[in-house]
């Protein structure tokens, strides 16, 4: 069985067994669902619902530290006296195959201030950025590499 459905089935049993249908009660009987399924992992098969879940997290943690970062980084490069900006256009060489993949990844990079996805290469092999601070292009498509597309793939895959 899914972990999820089986995480809403645990949620919704225990909004039963309590009588109340209320948002609360249906986030807390998920929360403790999801608990019952991290200590039961062991004996359930299939994909590990945890291991995602945690990715998912990761993943969102790991957005909004870029986001403030990024934000930062664009106020201070707006706010100061002489230009230190280098805009650029760099091509960033992809892992990511999908639909599903790109598209999370490319919505991911143009949420963050500072880059802005182009285009995709006709053979989906490389995503066209263009950047406010293009002076190390290995150095940002490190960044999207390491950063965006490993944890993308990690919870897509």
Known sequence: MNGLLLNIILALAWAALTGDFSPGSLLSGFGIGFV????????MSGPNYIQKVWRMLDLFVYFLFQLVISNVRVAIDVLRRTSALRPGIIAVPLDARTDAEIMLLVNLVMLTPGTLALDVSSNRRELYLHTMNAD???AVRAEIKNGFERRVLRVLR
Request: net charge neutral; aromatic share 10%.
């Open 36 to 43: 019952l399924i991290l200590f039961s992992q062991r004996i």
């Open 136 to 138: 190390n292009p290995d």
